[in-house]
Antibody, heavy 120, light 114 residues
Framework: QVQLRESGPGLVKPSETLSLTCTVS????????WTWIRQPPGKGLEWIGY???????DYNPSLKSRVTMSLDTSKSQFSLKVTSVTAADTAVYYC??????????????WGQGALVTVSS | DIVMTQSPDSLAVSLGERATINCKSS????????????LAWYQQKPGQPPKLLIY???TRESGVPDRFSGSGSGTDFTLTISSLQAEDVAVYYC??????????FGQGTKVEIK
């Protein structure tokens, strides 16, 4: 059974960088697309971007200037960085698997989520 | 961007009764070359991540009870819970995976017991 687990600081100061890592177990990290999705408290879901073990990531245009995603197959991990954070970046961040090696597929495995609060 | 609009925002249904959630996309999600609708439904219970219920608009994910069904094509889709159970209390989201690369979700529909 594929499992995903997010890790990283739960509190980030405004203007600093949010960094999260997702560890994948129970399956290969290669041959699938991986994504981050966030959910502000009490609100809906926002897709952040995709990463794959080859090629360049794709990002939500609304966040593209501040987001970097990367993947390390040797560690079965992928990561997210969001720079210059504000209170609007406070959310539960989910790492998620796309159900195939093509982005036009649904999201089939989700981590439990990591709450990141932006506050001084 | 493709905008996904769900209706209603919330609904209360008696146990054993039918619940119907609608989802409308701002452009067609039907890919004519394979006749597939690039639309998924997710269920999110309080304090949990979303769970994939339905993909290709009408295909149930493995392990999902058959009281959940999806229908529709093009721009109009429906998620139906044929006989609401207590464990179905959740927020339900539709999501399009047609538009590359950006994926968008509906705003969510909260289902409660009447």
């Amino acid at each position: 059974q594929v499992q995903l687990r997010e890790s990283g600081p739960g509190l980030v100061k405004p203007s600093e960088t949010l960094s999260l890592t997702c560890t994948v177990s129970g399956g290969s990290i290669s041959n699938y697309y991986w994504t981050w999705i966030r959910q502000p408290p009490g609100k809906g879901l926002e897709w952040i971007g995709y990463t794959f073990y080859t090629g360049s990531p794709d990002y939500n245009p609304s966040l593209k200037s501040r987001v970097t995603m990367s993947l390390d197959t040797s560690k079965s991990q992928f990561s997210l960085k969001v720079t210059s954070v504000t209170a609007a970046d406070t959310a539960v961040y989910y790492c998620v698997r796309v159900s195939g090696d093509y982005t036009a597929r649904p999201f089939d495995y989700w981590g439990q989520g990591a709450l990141v609060t932006v506050s001084s | 961007d493709i905008v996904m609009t769900q209706s209603p925002d919330s609904l209360a249904v008696s146990l054993g009764e039918r619940a119907t959630i609608n989802c409308k996309s701002s452009q067609s999600l039907l890919y004519r070359s394979n006749n597939n609708n690039y639309l998924a439904w997710y269920q999110q219970k309080p304090g949990q991540p979303p769970k994939l219920l339905i993909y290709w608009a009408s295909t149930r994910e493995s392990g999902v009870p058959d009281r959940f069904s999806g229908s529709g094509s093009g721009t109009d889709f429906t998620l139906t819970i044929s006989s609401l159970q207590a464990e179905d209390v959740a927020v339900y989201y539709c999501q399009q995976y047609y538009s590359t690369p950006r994926r968008t979700f509906g705003q969510g529909t909260k289902v409660e017991i009447k």
